[in-house]
């Protein structure tokens, strides 16, 4: 799970304040080598990812929260040429609201028409859903979906929950929208028993290092979900 790839501070600093989720590009450029390094994974994005569960081979699945313009600008040039797919998960307030870091509504499509990459919801205000009454859930995963498929002309069907907040009424909502798979933001492996419209995600920090991506790849960080 990535948010941010860029030098230097983002424009609008409240979705990341300590800068904890931006990225560096040449680290990026490392991790993306790592990746690749020896063919030991296969790289899928997070919806093809479960039809690839329960085989002999682990499987990794790259996405992004929130909808920045690096996203389209650097992520998607360096993991097309390599032929990784990935999925860009958009805030769509912050898209409608011309948020200087955020994706607007042509870059949305233009991202969406690269090869390999998903356009899924990330909620239309970044709220905790958890925490939102009934009519508020609906409004934010009915209202963000249709907002991104009438832009890109496709059908959105997956989403990440924001801060990671979600409960089992939250997931039932997700259900009822028509979405087939939706992101947590708990560290984890995730294997043919998960649930669908719970799947762990490993976050990638800005100080992570060369040794400690790669034991993020292997597991050796899902303790971390028991904080």
Known sequence: MYHSVRDGEL?????????????????????????KYGNLYKLASLSDGLGLLGSNREVVAITF???????LYFVAPLLVENGIPFTAFVTTDL???N????????????????PGVEIGSHGVTH???????????????VTSKKYLEDIIGKEVTSMSYPHGSFDKRVQ?????????????????????????????????????????????????WDWYCWR
């Open 11 to 35: 424009y609008d600093k409240s979705l990341d304040p300590n800068g904890i989720f931006t990225v560096k590009p040449k680290m990026f450029k490392t991790q993306v080598e790592q990746l």
């Open 65 to 71: 929260d929130d909808g920045y313009k690096d996203n």
């Open 95 to 97: 898209s409608k609201n």
């Open 99 to 114: 948020k200087q870091d955020i994706l607007q509504p042509l870059e949305i499509r233009e991202l969406s028409k690269m």
């Open 127 to 141: 709220r905790r859903l958890k925490e939102l009454d009934d009519t508020e859930l609906i409004n934010e995963l």
């Open 172 to 220: 039932r909502a997700v259900g009822g929208a028509g979405y087939k798979i939706a992101a947590n933001s708990y560290f984890s492996l995730n294997n043919i028993s998960s649930n669908h419209y719970s799947f762990a995600r490993t976050s990638i920090w800005s100080d992570d290092t060369i040794r400690t991506f790669p034991q993020k790849l292997c597991g050796g």
